[in-house]
């Protein structure tokens, strides 16, 4: 069975740095094709993909926020990280990370998701 | 950025209905579209992926259409537990981009 869950402050200052950690089970990202991407939802609103990590280590990253992003992977720990520097309240909302086939081409299995709230 | 247009945002449909909730993409994608039912306070799930195919475990009366820049999600005779908001995503390229979303109630 595949569960991913997410985990990480639920509140962090402006201009702070946000990092957050997908431990996921039943798959392993050093399996070809697999990839793990990190998708988030301020309130009432939609979807937004952030960040995509791929088995070999080749990354993504949604160019409006390229510039604060980080996404790395400890595939001995099962786990994907995501850095977000200098946060803002635009960034308050509920992080997801989800499980992705390249063959495939969609999001199978997501986690719960996490909210994060920025505010002083 | 490939922009996805959902249509329309919000739909009021009794149980029993058929429905239909359309996208479009801003530039052609293929078949390289998915659908997503959100719950309130839940995790996405799949239920079309490829335009057309129903993931496994999704009802039948769920059925996907199009291809290119035109797509269509339809749910014949609703259910009560259809009721949620409905997301497209392409993943044609990077970022995979989402539809604003289309809020089915009753």
């Known amino acids: 069975q595949v569960t991913l869950k997410e985990s990480g402050p639920t509140q962090v200052k402006p201009t702070q740095t946000l990092t957050l950690t997908c431990t996921f089970s039943?798959?392993?990202?050093?399996?070809?094709?697999?990839?793990v991407g990190w998708i988030r939802q301020p309130p009432g609103r939609a979807l937004e993909s952030l960040a995509v990590?791929?088995?070999?280590?080749?990354?993504l990253y949604n160019p409006s926020l390229r510039s604060r992003l980080t996404i790395t992977k400890d595939t001995s720990q099962n786990q994907v990280v995501l850095t977000l520097t200098s946060v803002d309240p635009e960034d308050t909302g509920t992080y997801y990370c989800?499980?992705?086939?390249?063959?495939?081409?969609?999001?199978?299995?997501w986690g719960q998701g996490t909210l994060v709230t920025v505010s002083s | 950025d490939i922009q996805m247009t959902q249509s329309p945002t919000a739909l009021s449909a009794s149980v029993g209905d058929r429905i239909t909730v359309t996208c479009r993409a801003s530039?052609?994608?293929?078949?390289?579209l998915a659908w997503y039912q959100q719950r309130p306070g839940e995790a996405p799930n799949v239920v079309i992926y490829?335009?057309?195919k129903l993931q496994s475990g999704v009802s039948s009366r769920f059925s996907g259409s199009g291809s290119g820049t035109e797509f269509a999600l339809t749910i014949s005779s609703l259910q009560p537990d259809d009721y949620a908001t409905y997301y497209c995503?392409?993943?044609?390229?990077?970022?995979?981009?989402f539809g604003q979303g289309t809020k089915l109630e009753i």
């Open positions: 989800a499980r992705r086939n390249i063959l495939a081409g969609h999001y199978a299995t």
């Open positions: 039943g798959f392993s990202l050093r399996t070809g094709g697999m990839t």
């Open positions: 995503q392409q993943y044609k390229s990077y970022p995979h981009t």
């Open positions: 490829e335009a057309s």
């Open positions: 530039q052609r994608i293929s078949n390289l």
């Open positions: 990590i791929y088995w070999n280590d080749d990354k």
